[in-house]
């Protein structure tokens, strides 16, 4: 973790869960990786997807990647930034 890749099969991506209803074949698709979140509000939560839905979240509309490793990086450095705002109060 942050970012781990799963090699069970018995867990099930997270937003195929919710794009689609119970009986739909999608609904429990396999998870490839999980991504374990790192800011302070969300410290620990653990999200599972799918290797469709990782990939679907890794890419832009204009084609551009942004890995989750730079998203964590991102959401990390916002928050201290915000904690910074909050700390000159
Ligand atoms: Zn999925």
């Known amino acids: 973790m942050p970012i781990r890749k799963l090699q069970t ?5 997270d ?5 689609y209803p119970k009986n739909h074949p999608l609904h429990s698709t396999p ?3 999980q991504v374990m979140s790192e800011t302070q509000a969300r410290k620990g939560m653990v999200k599972s997807y ?4 990782a990939n679907d979240l890794q890419t832009w509309a204009d084609g551009s990647i942004w890995s989750f ?6 959401a990390i ?13």
């Open 50 to 53: 799918c290797q469709r839905c």
């Open 31 to 33: 998870a490839v990786l």
């Open 15 to 19: 937003i195929c869960k919710l794009a």
């Open 9 to 13: 099969r018995n867990i099930w991506c």
């Open 77 to 89: 450095g916002k928050e201290e930034i915000n904690g910074m705002e909050f700390g000159e109060l």
């Open 69 to 74: 490793r730079d998203q964590l990086n991102y």
